[in-house]
């Protein structure tokens, strides 16, 4: 499908921004990464074949029950004696000495003897979950070959967590970017279009608002209803939507007396009409200039409430909650470096995108 006149010069700037295509890429390979963070990092196979059967642990409920255990409870999978009960297809010696009956189905194909329908798993390449702890050694433990980034004060493996803690700060700033982008772009609109009074009590409402602590309305909303990632998106947006208010105000305001607008206006064209497809693409270059810093300012809030104590609960994972194990535990500075790369790596790609998108939409540039 062929791209029109108009979004092909905008492609073509963008790609013209060497920096923000690689961005891109990279930014693209990584949230892909985290996005698949079940099949990546998980403390549960990803395919289990037991008797012919397929199962898969990772996105999946199966009791203990269902490879031949005695419990209805989920299954343990880095247990040995279930892993030998699906290995050697259910056999109750493994209740006995998992590890000598693994070992003697996986060399012979037999146990004691006895032909077994032999069964197999798939790990991921890290064989941890971001809430799995590894009673092995002290904690935090440096890293090894086993946690290639360490562990924490807790003994769970770092860059686990930091897998899935990249895809929860990403997943929540485009959530909480997106509505507050449209609430303010929309209210900005309104503000620049219509001026006058309209414009007065907007404004009058913008500065009560903006000057209610958020903190503090955080701290008591939390300790009424909870700690919770919607909750906190619901606030973050309630908070968020005036960061583009003013400079899409300002563009309306400039724009709303040009000759077109005017001409417009005499043909009968309708307000909705004017502001969001004719003056609105004009002013989408200050709303995107913006955009950068709308995006890591909210990264920048997750991972400071969290650091604080007021943002997700204590058991998801979290880069500011890392960053806070970095602080408190000096002597294991891989903490304090995984966080720091984290987010410098994080930020840095979404500015270099944006700063490609933002001449994407400058109708002054043209690709050469």
């Not at 609105?280 to 991972?303: D, E, K, Q």
């Not at 204590?314 to 500011?320: Q, R, V, Y």
Request: charged share 15%; hydrophobic share 50%.
């Amino acid at each position: 499908m062929a791209l029109s006149p108009l979004n092909q010069r905008r492609w073509d700037n963008f790609t013209a921004n060497r920096r923000a295509v690689w961005s891109l890429g990279i930014f693209i390979v990584i949230f892909a990464i985290s996005l698949l963070a079940e099949v990546v990092a998980n403390d549960k196979p990803i395919v289990v074949n037991y008797h012919g059967k397929y199962f898969f642990p990772a996105y999946n409920f199966y009791p203990e029950t269902a490879f031949g255990g005695d419990f209805k409870t989920e299954a343990i999978y880095r247990d040995p004696a279930v892993q030998c009960l699906i290995i050697t297809g259910g056999r109750e010696e493994c209740w006995d000495d998992p590890e000598a009956y693994i070992q003697e189905a996986e060399t012979k194909g037999t146990v004691e003897g006895e032909k077994i329908d032999k069964g197999w798993m798939i790990w991921p390449p890290i064989p941890y979950h971001y809430r799995t702890i590894n009673n092995v050694g002290t904690a935090p433990s440096a890293p090894d070959a086993a946690h290639w980034l360490g562990t924490d004060d807790t003994a769970r493996d770092v860059l686990a967590r930091v897998i899935y803690g990249f895809r929860t700060s990403i997943l929540f700033t485009l959530i909480v970017t997106t509505v507050a982008s449209v609430i303010g772009i929309a209210a900005g609109a309104v503000q620049g279009y219509f001026g006058g009074r309209t414009d007065i009590i907007f404004q009058r409402a913008l500065e009560i608002w903006a000057s209610t602590p958020s903190l503090y309305v955080i701290i008591i909303l939390f300790a009424i209803l909870g700690r919770g990632f919607w909750l906190l998106v619901f606030v973050s947006i309630l908070f968020g939507w005036p960061a583009l208010v003013g400079v899409v105000r300002a563009e309306f305001l400039r724009a709303r007396n040009f000759e077109y607008v005017r001409a417009a206006r005499a043909l009968g064209v309708s307000d909705k009409v004017i502001m969001f497809r004719h003056i609105l693409p004009n002013a989408m270059v200050a709303t995107l200039t913006m955009l950068p810093f709308v995006i890591t300012g909210t990264i920048s809030m997750l991972a400071s409430l969290d650091y604080l104590g007021y943002g997700l609960p204590s058991s998801a994972p979290s880069l500011g909650e890392l960053a806070l194990q970095g602080k408190q535990n000096l002597q294991a500075p891989w903490l304090a470096f995984s966080a720091f790369f984290s987010f410098a790596i994080m930020l840095s790609l979404l500015v270099f995108i944006f700063e490609g998108v933002r001449d994407a939409f400058d109708p002054r540039k043209v690709f050469k």
